[in-house]
Structures are given as C-alpha cells and as structure tokens.
C-alpha cells in the first residue's frame, strides 16, 4: 500500500455511513493536512425498520436502501477506488442471511462494506466528534444516539479512554414504545425505563472516570437541541430544563404527526419519541447539567480514519501492535514468518489473482498475530488465537476483516478447517485458502525459531488448486524434520482438495 506524509494524500475522500435511520455520504478535499468538506447527501432508509424478531431484511425495505445507494454511487464515481470507506452499522450488525444484500449495496456504490463492531463504532463516532471541536483540557463525554445503538465514549483530546455501546436506539425504542406512531404519558414512561435499565450497568464507571464537558452528536441530540431553541431562542446547549420543556410538548400530542414542533423534520417525527426518552435518561443517569452538540459525527470519523490508513496513522497497525504486547509475542518469530510470508505471496500473486490491498495486509497481519493464542495455551493455540480475533474489540478492523484473520490463524496449523471460509465475503470466500497455504508454509518452515535465514525456496502454482514447492537438495537432506512437516503437510491439504508437490531445485520429487 502506497504511504507518504499527509501531502501527498489524495484530493478527494469520501465516507458513507450505513445507519439504522438514515444514510450518509460525506466527501472531502484533503489539502495541507486539514478536510474541507465539500458535499454531504442524507436519506432517510430506516434499514433498522426493516428487520424482523429472527434478523431478516424486508425486501421492500431493502430495496428503499438499495435505491439510496444507487444515487450515492453516482457521487461516489467521481473518487477513485480506495478513497472510499463505507461503514454498516447496527442494523446490520444484526442482520442475518445479507449475503445478496451485501452484493447488491457494493455494486450500487462500487466499493465494499464494512460492518463494523458497536466498540469500534463508538471509536470512530469519538474521532468525528474529537476532530470538529477545539482542543480543550480535561475529558469529554460524548453521546451518540443512534437507530439502533447508543454510544457513550470518555476521551481526552483526540483519545478515547472508554467506549461502550449499548443495544438502544431511537428507531427500535420508537417502534418498541411507540408503535404506529402513538404517544402518551405512559408509553413514554415506560420508554425512559427501558432506556434507565440498559444504561444502569455503565453507571457506576462512567462517574468514577467523570468528565468536564458534555457532547452530544447525530441526528437525534441535534433533534432535541433544535427543538429546544425553538421553545427557546435563547438557549445554546441542552438542559434538564430545556428537556423537560420538549417532553411536555412531546406529550401535548396523541400521535408524532401531531407534535408542535417546527424545527421537526417529517422523517424525524417518527422516531423522535424514542430518542428523546433515552436522552432524558442519559441526562438522568449520569447527572448531567448540560450537553453541547458537536458537529462532527461517525462518517467524520471514518475521513480521519482514512486519512490515517493513508498516511502513518493506521489505527489498524496500531492494534495489531497492541496485540502483540498484550499476548506477549514473540516478536522475531513473528517477523520470520510475516517476512517468508509476504515474499512468496509476491511469487503466487499472478496465477492466484492475490494483488488486493487487503491480501497484503491480512496475510501480513495474520503472521504478526499467529501465535496470540499461545497467551491462553499451548495446546489448540491455532484456535484460541482464531476465537480472539473473531471476538476482541479491534480499533480500526471492520468484523469481516477480523473474521478473515481468524480463519487464517485458526487454520495455521495441523487439520484446516474449511467450514466457514464458505461464508466470509467476496472473494475471501473463494481465496482465502490461498492466504492459508502461505501462512502454514512460512510457520512451517520457521518451526526450529532458528537466527539462520531460510535458503531459496521458490513457489509455483500450478492452478488453482496446485501449488509446486521448491527446495535446494542439499538444505531438505540436513533437515530430516522438515521433510517429515512437509510430508504431513501434504496429506492435510489434500484432504481439503489442494495438492503440494515438494520438488528439490533439480526438478526431482523429494518428499
């Protein structure tokens, strides 16, 4: 991937940030270090709406959301491919059978989705927020309440200290309290305590790390403040007082089209009860006397993120580093394996179509994080490691990408397991067991943890599913051990359909 110092980024970025209400593209010129935004397009799909109790997408909705990524594509033509970051949230998070769905949105907007986790969602909301206002002392807490999810950060300066992120959104809680777009004092009562249940548990932690200012970001705090100026002109940030002057007009009307409001927007009406009723209870809950509304949000955050990814300021290689300290491995091994890795993934790259961006950094972050599993034990390490990636909050990875890593860390080692790789996105689905045979060669070879550099050994594939292994004569006759590795190594892979044929440099068999 192509690196250099923030000059030399491209002109053009842009985001889109799939939410559970509505859907956002963001682009921006980035020149002398600094994003000037120079379009922003909105629509509201309520993909979160769409979900059924089991997790299925309702196909008219589906296509509303479709729609609105075609016009979003038109947009996205003008950037070139790897200067768009588009990001599925909660909605998606939880939906289930979104293969074809998936497919359609990426040929709409001609770029992949990724969905990210409710942490790392927080992480980037945090970025968005941090990035648009001054940089004042002390913590802040932000407050983003979403369709589907509400977040809650703690950070100081341009840092996150703590994230949470909570199954509360103004579209669920809306239809959930709500329904059919009635409003009473009981309904939203019980709204408020459904909201004060789910924000009881984080309590206690988020008032011992305290803060000084209070932020709010998004659609529905930007909702509630408007409201409150209109009631009054004076105010410029929200209070209890200024809330409670919101639910007592809220609660004049039986129905959301009824609510005397003219700072709500027709496609806010309707979920604009359930996120006033879970601002109400952050405000309760955490003993907050006031919020200022921040102008940047999550698709900001994603900009400075690709900025980073761009640039030297991956959050991605941040984490993969962290990792690396936290399950304390062994530094140098890694480093043997990532570099016999990466230099044959050069050799396959053509006949195995492997020259993605993301080929490059997953094999090379697989071999980096291979051995976490050895952390928790010895034997299995393959599958700790792989449940670790699957499921540890990531800053930076989207869940497909750390899906992909632990399948090929998982499979690392002794019997692949090739359950699974089937439902990894394009073309993982179908590559990723390339990625796999590099890995397990580079660990195989680098068993004995020796200082002594490997000799020449050259790949070449056959076709798909035949890879040649080369290997001067000599080096195989002194490592009895390692013609013994390869000689299983081929049974394992055979049992998967994949043949390794193991040749010494005079063309002849030698295992």
């Known amino acids: 991937m192509a690196r250099g110092n923030g000059s030399a980024a491209p002109e053009l970025l842009a985001a889109v940030d799939l939410g559970s209400n509505s859907f956002h ?3 921006a010129r980035y020149t002398h270090g600094q994003l000037v935004v ?8 309520r993909l979160g709406s769409g979900l059924d109790a089991d997790g299925r997408l309702d196909r008219e909705v589906a296509a509303r959301a479709i729609a609105c990524l075609e016009r979003f594509g038109q947009r996205l033509r003008e950037i070139r491919a790897g200067k768009v970051r588009v990001v599925g949230t909660n909605a998606l998070r939880r939906a289930h059978r ?5 497919e359609h949105a990426r040929a709409a907007l001609g770029t992949p989705i990724e969905i990210v986790s409710g942490i790392e969602e927080a992480r980037l909301i945090y970025s968005g927020v941090a990035h648009s206002m001054p940089r004042g002392r002390g913590k802040r ?8 999810s509400t977040e809650l950060i703690i950070g100081e300066q341009l840092n996150p200290l703590k994230l949470e992120s909570l199954e509360l959104g103004c579209v669920s809680l809306s239809e959930q309290y709500f329904k059919g777009g009635r409003i009473s004092l009981k309904r939203f009562a019980r709204a408020r305590i459904d909201a004060q249940r789910e924000l009881a548990p984080i309590e206690s932690a988020y008032r ?3 803060w000084v200012q209070a932020v709010g970001s998004s659609g529905s705090v930007k909702s509630v403040g408007d409201a409150i100026r209109e009631l009054d002109p004076t105010a410029s940030y929200i209070t209890p007082e200024g809330l409670e002057a919101v639910i007592e007009r809220l609660l004049q009307a039986d129905h959301h089209r009824e609510i005397k409001l003219e700072s709500l927007s027709d496609d806010r009406r309707p979920v604009f009860a359930g996120g006033l009723a879970i601002l109400a209870e952050i405000f309760e809950v955490l003993g907050l006397e006031q919020m200022h509304i921040a102008e940047g949000a999550m698709r900001d955050g994603l900009l400075y993120d690709l900025v980073g990814r761009l640039t030297h300021e991956d959050a991605r290689e941040r984490t993969v580093r962290a990792m690396q300290a ?5 530094l140098a091994q890694a480093e043997r394996v990532e570099r016999t890795a990466m230099q044959w993934l050069g050799e396959v790259t053509p006949a195995w179509s492997l020259d993605g961006v993301l080929a490059e950094q997953a094999l090379s972050w697989a071999a980096r994080l291979h051995e976490i599993g050895l952390d928790v034990a010895h034997a299995r390490h393959h599958q700790h490691g792989a449940y670790l990636l699957e499921h540890a909050d990531m800053p930076g990875f989207a869940r497909e990408d750390q899906r992909l890593l632990s399948r090929l860390v998982g499979n690392h080692r002794r019997k692949l397991v090739v359950e699974g790789l089937d439902r990894l996105l394009p073309p993982w689905d179908r590559q990723a067991i390339y990625l796999i045979v590099l890995l397990r060669l580079a660990v195989l070879l680098h068993r004995g943890r020796g200082l002594a550099p490997l000799p020449e050994i050259r790949l070449h594939p056959k076709d798909l599913k035949t890879l040649e292994i080369r290997f001067p004569v000599r080096w195989l006759r002194q490592h009895p051990l390692t013609v013994a590795d390869l000689s299983q190594e081929i049974d394992w ?7 390794l044929r193991v ?9």
């Open 25 to 27: 593209l963001i682009v």
């Open 38 to 45: 120079v379009d922003r397009l909105r629509e509201s799909v």
């Open 98 to 102: 979104k293969q074809a769905f998936l």
């Open 141 to 148: 807490l932000v407050v983003d309440i979403g369709g589907g």
């Open 208 to 210: 011992n790390l305290g």
């Open 326 to 330: 936290r399950f304390h491995v062994d």
């Open 493 to 499: 892979l055979e049992s998967i359909g994949f043949q």
């Open 503 to 511: 040749y010494s440099s005079r063309g002849l068999p030698a295992v």
